[in-house]
């Protein structure tokens, strides 16, 4: 009987000890921030080494930005237009578009596509320093490692991701104009003032807002995950798998808190 009740305990133990893994890993996170906010206000102020941060988060990801945004607009806009068609509302392709684009997949694309690209380079960079012992190093000859390595990549990529997700939603709107007007054959005037009547400011700012935290966040994960690297070369790749998965999930996970908490105070 013993042996039957310590058995049906197992999974238990399993949930409980993956509940208190997570919660103590939120933790770490927390306090890791709480760094990098406390060194981001204390000099030295390293410009340069933010502007490097700021050209391989921004420039180095538009080509991928550029292609996403386009091809996103495109397919939407023939996806809704095919079910515009069906009610005879052709006209409000473009405003759909648009409204989805920039709430949503703008902000949410461009980080996906920063996290796979820049997420997992400051995970790989930091985690080779790491276990090479550069990091102990610089802590050795009394350079703060979260000075130098870590805040400037967070703020590289709070400042650059919505500066991407502004290049997606001109370059998705020009994807769905081609499309719509262009090869489908919409009008253009109705195409256009659909979207002037339907869309206001806070469908923009909606976006820039999210785009600015899920830049923090994917930037964030990247490095805690490269600077608490361990176990050599596969400590590495771990954690730059994990980067990458963890910031996209926490791409989605925050998109859904961020539109509750942004649709309370939205226009009527």
């Known amino acids: 009987m013993s042996s039957f009740v310590s058995k049906a305990r197992v999974p238990f133990e399993l949930l409980g000890n993956l509940t208190l893994d997570f919660f103590a890993e939120v933790g770490r996170v927390a306090q890791f921030f709480g760094l990098v906010v406390a060194r981001s206000l204390t000099p030295p102020y390293r410009w340069r080494l933010l502007l490097q941060q700021m050209e391989f988060v921004g420039f180095g990801s538009i080509f991928i930005v550029l292609l996403t945004g386009f091809f996103t607009g495109a397919v939407f806009t023939l996806q809704s ?54 990091i102990d190093a610089m802590e050795v000859m009394a350079v703060d490692p979260i000075n130098y390595l870590v805040v400037p990549r967070v703020i590289a990529g709070a400042v650059m991701v919505p ?6 939603l001109v370059v998705a709107t020009i994807g769905s104009v ?32 999210k785009a600015i935290f899920f830049g923090l966040i994917l930037a964030l994960v990247g490095c805690y995950k490269g600077y608490n690297a361990n176990g050599g070369a596969r400590g590495v790749g771990m954690a730059t798998t994990q980067a990458v998965v963890i910031g996209s999930i926490s791409v989605f996970v925050f998109d859904y808190i961020l539109t509750s908490i942004l649709l309370i105070g939205a226009p009527e």
């Not at 500066?163 to 997606?168: G, H, P, Q, T, W």
């Open 81 to 134: 237009a095919q079910a515009f068609a069906r009610v005879g509302m052709e006209s409000m392709v473009g405003s759909t578009v648009l409204l989805a684009v920039a709430r949503e997949l703008a902000p949410v694309l461009t980080s996906l596509m920063v996290t796979g690209r820049v997420g997992s380079a400051m995970a790989t960079e930091l985690g080779t320093m790491r276990v090479t012992e550069q």
């Open 163 to 168: 500066c991407l997700s502004v290049i997606f």
């Open 178 to 209: 081609l499309v719509g007007v262009g090869i489908l054959g919409i009008d253009e005037g109705a195409y256009m003032a659909r979207i002037e009547w339907f869309l206001d400011p806070f469908d923009f700012t909606h976006g820039l807002y």
